[in-house]
């Protein structure tokens, strides 16, 4: 269980210390210099003894250590900071892999909640909500009489909430989904399930379920997800209590739960969902909620099947996921489902008669799911919270540029000067200087002083590698195929096997001619992966041969979890080790494309193919992007790129991560290779900017951004040219070879 600093520790790392009689507390610098395997045994009478729990040891010992290693949620999310007692006050943090904090900090606001789920939640809440004050006792809330509330009161305003939340989803879940006839219901859901065999984590948009941003607001003014409140009738008082009382709540339920009490998930779910939808009501333009329809377990079920266990028609692919039940409202049971709910006393008769609550809740199986998706679209509301309390924070990761962008997500500006920074937060000029006068409502400050706490002189790191570049790595963008036709990772492009093909033998030809070492090929989704493992391994085609006679082995990355990855990433290291070659398909965003260091051998060589872009149609995208447009045109946030380059940008961030895996030290070496068009440039002046940099390439890592050069169509083309590889296709081999013999050579030197 839980540390006390008072508990007395008998036994640390084997040493007996019981005749000390030393507490926690006292045995700290004992538990610290101890060696692993660290053994804790605890002398306390009331919960029997034993061994403390790591979980609670390393927190304990947490709050007197000067430097302390944790997850990013631990320290990112004020819920779980409050529920851990963690402080930031005065401290330095420091995020490593800070590309991903914008993310994260948007998931601490986010969340989704499934029918299932909230049935029973409202289940659980019928039950405390039947308490009389007698057997609960009073809380230390009062209610609008001035009286104290009960654990049933209490409990019995959170069902109200929710059971509104429950009985709007499955109405519209009924009437915009079930029932509806046109390409946005069931009807044509299922219909496409057996045509094109549909996933089936697949989310179908309910008709009219959107609340967020539209990218020109209502009636010019950002409203967000307000709507939604004002639809179900939602009231400001009613939002205000609701937290109070889920706090409360919380506070007098586990106070009577054992530790290991399932309920206390439950307990866990409901606080967060409250603590999600109040906030999304509190800062309703920064958000959008919308509702959503899922097949209960998998679509065959949802199609009209009976068992989970029947195997698809196509691909023989079994189901994996079993359809669940809704819970039963007391008194109903398996047994009796169709009794009726207890009647609410606590509730007046309205015209229809006593009320009853959980009606919904029959134990039934329902087809089709609804979910409330709920997503917070600016991380600049918990980076304040974090920015306010610690001394410094550090964000430090190989891909955080554009540095500008980021700023502005994070809102690290000022609100009165972020018009000053335009598209470029780090050298715009004073607004003075633009325009020749001075807003007399929003005084110029220097440039240093216009955040409060970003730093600006010297202005954000942007660093060099530890490499020399010219001589250790070898990158270069390839737009077209040897047969002059333009290389362009679409849709309607790899929708055809030609073109499949044809990028197969692509990459076939760099794989070839990289001399020795692991290849990494990196792809823009697991959909494309299959698409190219299926077509490249056909007999007719010669492009997995080509691809094992050069390495020796080909391994197609696989979604799945942990273990899968571990899995593949042993048989990748093994080969290599065994072998010193081998080829890895994987894809971007994947687990193979961050936080693995491919060293040495294991990765001289990466392809990058495609722009890895967002799902265009997925909901949370399209928030995003009109969110960005909205804050620019109706709050003047210049400071925020616009929804178009926002969508841009996540791809080169993916990509930059994928070029990390390539060079891990200073004495290795390799080549990239971007396989699409859209990387390469015409090497005109008009399309690079000040420092020489062309525009597209303008948001790869700034290691990086200088030293891209066009692979040239034929060889000898853009001879004279400094930023085209003049090799071509016919002599990228002779290229390469001259290139590793070279980076080889350059890394030995002093080596020995």
């Known amino acids: 269980g839980q540390l006390d600093v008072g508990d007395v520790v008998t036994r640390v790392g084997g040493a007996c210390c019981q005749d000390l009689s030393k507490t926690f507390g006292e045995a700290i610098g004992m538990i610290r210099d101890s060696n692993d395997p660290l053994e804790l045994e605890l002398d306390d009478k009331q919960r029997g003894g034993g061994t403390a729990c790591p979980y609670y040891l390393s927190q304990a010992l947490a709050a007197s250590a000067d430097l302390v290693f944790a997850p990013y949620n631990y320290v990112l999310d004020p819920s779980v900071r409050s529920a851990m007692g963690i402080s930031l006050e005065d401290a330095v943090v420091v995020l490593d892999e800070g590309h991903n904090v914008e993310d994260t900090l948007r998931e601490c606001g986010s969340g989704k909640y499934g029918e299932v789920e909230l049935c029973e939640l409202l289940v659980a809440l019928s039950y405390w909500t039947m308490t009389t004050r007698e057997s609960s006792g009073e809380s230390e809330l009062c209610g609008d009489d001035g009286e104290p509330l009960s654990l049933g009161d209490v409990a019995h305003f959170l069902l109200l909430f929710l059971e509104k939340l429950v009985n709007f989803g499955r109405k519209r879940k009924t009437e915009n989904f079930e029932n509806h006839k046109g390409a946005k219901g069931a009807a044509a859901a299922i219909s496409d399930y057996r045509r094109f065999r549909t996933p089936d984590n697949r989310e179908f948009e309910i008709l009219n379920s959107y609340w967020g941003p539209t990218g020109r607001g209502e009636r010019g003014k950002p409203v967000g997800c307000f709507p939604f409140f004002t639809e179900l009738g939602f009231s400001v008082d009613e939002m205000s209590k609701l937290q109070r009382y889920a706090s409360e709540f919380e506070r007098r339920v586990r106070s009577g739960l054992d530790a290991r009490d399932r309920r206390n998930g439950l307990v866990d779910r409901l606080v967060e969902l409250v603590d999600r939808f109040v906030g999304a009501h509190r800062n309703a333009e920064h958000y959008y909620i919308a509702l959503v329809v899922v097949a209960n377990g998998n679509l065959n079920y949802a199609a009209g099947g009976d068992t989970c266990e029947e195997a698809r028609p196509r691909t023989g692919e079994l189901h994996t996921k079993e359809p669940r039940s ?44 609804f979910v409330y998706r709920l997503e917070l679209l600016t991380p600049e509301i918990f980076m304040r919270s974090l920015n306010d309390g610690c001394h410094t924070v550090v964000l430090a990761s190989g891909s955080l540029a554009p540095i500008s962008s980021l700023i502005g997500e994070l809102g690290l500006l000022s609100a009165g000067h972020r018009e000053v920074v335009g598209a470029n937060a780090i050298n715009a000029p004073k607004k003075e200087q633009r325009t020749g006068q001075v807003d007399p409502l929003s005084p110029v400050k220097p440039l240093e002083n216009i955040a409060d706490r970003l730093q600006m002189q010297p202005k954000p790191l942007e660093a060099g590698h530890v490499i020399d570049m010219a001589k250790q790595l070898l990158v270069f963008s390839v737009g077209y195929f040897p047969d002059g036709q333009e290389i362009k990772i ?30 990494l090929v990196f792809l823009p989704s697991y959909t494309l992966l299959k698409k190219c493992v299926r077509a490249w391994t056909d007999p007719t085609c010669d492009v997995w041969d080509r691809l094992v006679r050069s390495k020796g082995k080909v391994i197609a990355e696989e979604g799945g979890g942990q273990g899968k990855f571990e899995q593949m990433k042993d048989d990748y290291d093994h080969t290599i080790k065994h072998s010193g070659s081998c080829v890895l398909l994987a894809v971007f965003r994947g687990k193979m494309s961050e936080g693995v260091s491919f060293n040495d051998d294991h990765a001289r060589g990466v392809i990058c193919v495609g722009l890895p872009l967002p799902n265009a149609r997925d909901r949370a995208v399209l928030a995003k992007k009109d969110y960005n447009d909205e804050q620019r045109g109706l709050r003047g946030r210049t400071d925020l790129i616009s929804g178009n380059n926002w969508y841009r940008q996540q791809a080169y961030r ?45 948001e790869l890592p700034g290691w990086i951004r200088p030293h891209v050069k066009n692979l040239a169509e034929a060889p000898g083309d853009g001879i004279l040219l400094k930023k085209t590889l003049a090799c071509g296709w016919d002599g990228m081999a002779s290229k390469m070879k001259q290139f590793f013999d070279d980076a080889k050579a350059h890394c030995s030197q002093g080596s020995g």
């Open 654 to 698: 993916a990509i930059a991560q994928a070029l990390g895996r390539c060079i891990r030290h200073e004495k290795d070496y390799g080549t990239v290779v971007l396989m699409d068009s859209r990387h390469c440039d015409d090497d005109a002046f008009s399309q690079r900017d000040a420092e020489g940099i062309s525009r597209v390439h303008k």
């Open 326 to 369: 809704l819970g039963f409202a007391l008194p109903r049971t398996a047994t009796y489902p169709d009794r009726l709910p207890e009647v609410c006393f606590r509730c007046r008769t309205d015209g229809n008669g006593p009320v009853r609550h959980g009606n919904v809740c029959d134990g039934s199986t329902p087809r089709w799911e």
């Open 490 to 519: 679409t849709y309607n492009n790899y929708k055809y096997d030609d073109f499949i093909v044809k990028l197969g033998r692509a990459c076939a030809t760099v794989v070839e001619s990289v001399p020795s070492g692991g290849i």
